[in-house]
């Protein structure tokens, strides 16, 4: 991982820690899973399960981001777990309901839809990046491979 690259995950990695953090004790709470459900035209009973699981799934990412800052040390495995958190949250961009969001904006105004945007929006431009870098790395390489071997 070179230098930029690194630096760029790790500053990834605290935003996306502290709007994961946000999102998941601030953002989502028992109201807005309510009005959630009212929306969605589902039982408000059942939101209090649903919120321990989805504050029990939100720690998880909150610690996979944050391990993101590891980038620094350029380690290999580290790359590859930002991967796979950054994928999963990225996959909350087609994965919530729009209602989830009708109910922060309807709660919260545009505030509300910030954190999401931030970690899941910002989770699919940092593996663009991430994609981006690996193909140029390994085009330069195989170049390199096939100029020393015609030569």
Known sequence: MTRGISLFVCWCSVVFTVGTAVQNFVIVDLAMLEHT??????????????????RL??????????????ALTRRRWVLWLVVVVNAGQAAGVFAIRPVVFRAMYELYGPAGLLP???TDGGAVVLLVVLATWWVRGHRRILAQRDAESSA
């Open 57 to 70: 799934v939100g720690c998880v990412f909150i610690v996979g981001n944050a391990l993101g800052v590891l």
């Open 37 to 54: 459900m009212r929306l969605a035209g589902a039982p408000p009973s059942d939101a209090a399960g649903f919120l321990a699981g989805f």
């Open 116 to 118: 999401s945007v931030v």
